[in-house]
């Protein structure tokens, strides 16, 4: 068993695209040709990766920044995947660029410092946030419940 454990992880890396986890240096979804090639979501590590895939609904590509930005912990932009991001947005004509990063201070910080860089090459977003689903009004906290004001949309 440890020796598994030891191979699983010699054997594990990034992907030199996208920077989720790979066996290969190029991982699948990167690879694949039935994703959308002019739209990227921008997530803090390989977790946020299957969270969102495990949903099947998005059908674009990834960039994994690799952490959030955290001054309190010694973690700059320079020690994220965040250069290699506006290149790639830059250099691979992305349309929409979705910043799906986990409400926090250090989230938020991060996802502010991002979409300033991506503004002048593509358009940025970001994901809705809100109550979860069968969750009550009253039990919600006051930013919860502005930001699922904020991130209203229409009943078409």
Known sequence: MAQALVDAKSQMGYCSICFHLSAEPVCDICK???RDLQTLCVVADSRDVIALEKTREYRGKYHVLGGLISPM????????????L???VNQDNIQEAIIAISPSIEGDTTTLYV?????PFTKVTRIAFGLPMGGDLEYADEVTLARALEGRRSLD
């Open 86 to 88: 506006v290149h790639r």
């Open 32 to 34: 694949s040709n039935s």
């Open 73 to 84: 912990e010694g973690i700059g932009p320079e020690q994220l995947n965040i250069g290699p």
């Open 115 to 119: 979409g300033q860089l991506l503004k």
